[in-house]
């Protein structure tokens, strides 16, 4: 089947610090990889997404690479700020079946001043 | 910019009581899901739909029912409310071919006392 892992938060960071968010995957076939934010209060939102091998996905500042040969979609940021605060949700998504997408378990991000 | 809506964003009622959450969308999607959020913030898929009269439950039992009768419209309906279904609803869309992402509406918390 398919599965998302992610890094268990929350992740507290200061403002300008670097910032990665682990995400692994388990997938039967091709998957599109994706990473969602949720503000508070809000729904999600589509930060960026990747649907082939080596592919990277850039957003605001976030970058995340598609690598097969680990099965990862690690969300990075160079400097947060602290509008950033947030969950963050890696996601993917096969052709075959006629399923929604498998999200991870969501990260929380904390950025302080 | 995605359309998808949501109404009430926030209810609260007593237990017993039938209540219907709104979602619309004006993108023309076939496909339309609900999530339920739990407040460790995972998501979980409890309805969706591929297109006009055609639902299925997803991997979350649910007691809840959904209808798809315009394409636009997937309410969700609970008819006897319970204390354990107090959570985030969340309602999402997405073309029907394609590796196509999912657009989120704002969600409805609801607070069944």
């Known amino acids: 089947g398919n599965s998302v892992t992610q890094m268990e938060g929350p992740v507290t960071l200061s403002e300008e610090a670097f910032l990665t968010i682990n995400c692994t995957y388990t997938a039967t076939g091709y998957p599109s990889l994706f990473w969602y934010v949720q503000y508070p209060g809000e729904g999600l939102q589509l930060l960026l997404k990747a649907t082939k091998a080596d592919d990277k996905g850039s957003n605001k500042g976030f970058e995340a690479t598609y690598r097969k040969e680990t099965t990862s979609f690690h969300l990075e940021k160079g400097s947060v700020q602290v509008s950033d605060s947030a969950v963050y949700f890696c996601a993917l998504k096969v052709d075959t079946g006629r399923r929604a997408l498998t999200f991870g378990s969501g990260t929380r991000l904390q950025v302080q001043p | ?113």
């Open chain 2, 1 to 113: 910019e995605a359309d998808i809506y949501q109404t009430p964003r926030y209810l609260v009622i007593g237990t017993g009581k039938k209540i219907t959450l709104e979602c619309s969308q004006t993108m023309g999607h076939d496909k339309m899901y609900w999530y339920q959020q739990d407040p460790g913030m995972e998501l979980h898929l409890i309805h969706y739909s591929y297109g006009v009269n055609s639902t299925e439950k997803g991997d979350l039992s649910s007691e809840s029912t959904v209808s798809r009768i315009r394409t636009e419209h997937f309410p969700l309906t609970l008819e006897s409310a319970r204390p354990s279904h107090t959570s985030q609803y969340l309602c999402a869309s997405s073309e029907k071919q394609g590796r196509y992402e999912q657009y989120f509406g704002p969600g409805t918390r609801l607070t069944v006392t």
